[in-house]
Nanobody, 125 residues
């Protein structure tokens, strides 16, 4: 499956942004999806995941209550709504897919086989 993430940009602290990730090439509704981010000089980390049918979601503590992951299987798209953003949310954001319908158990990059190219999010204070 091919993934294309977009929607990043510059936003002020306390503001909001919505990222999208469009998928093509395989049956999107068979894949659990995740969002990761990577800040300069740091590892890529999991921030949100959603099961193939959108029933189950999971969030890292750092974004819980502020970010929401969702998906529209009819549009082959997964979203990340980012509210009340903070300067520490500044990073390149990646969407990823895993070829099983459930979110993984250790929320790591190795659980996801397919990756988008990343979109930059910069939060100014």
């Amino acid at each position: 499956v091919q993934l294309q993430a977009y929607g990043g940009g510059l936003v002020q602290a306390g503001g909001y942004l919505r990222l999208s990730c469009a998928a093509s090439g395989r049956t999107f509704s068979n894949y659990a999806m995740g969002w990761f981010r990577q800040a300069p000089g740091k590892e890529r980390v999991f921030i949100a995941g959603i099961s193939a049918r959108g029933v189950t979601t999971y969030y890292a503590d750092s974004v819980k209550g502020r970010f929401t992951i969702s998906r529209d299987n009819a549009k082959n798209t997964v979203y990340l709504q980012m509210n009340n953003v903070r300067p520490e949310d500044t990073a390149v954001y990646y969407c990823a897919a895993r070829s099983v319908p459930v979110i993984g158990s250790d929320y790591s990059t190795r659980e996801y086989e397919y990756w988008g190219q990343g979109t930059q999010v910069t939060v100014s204070s």
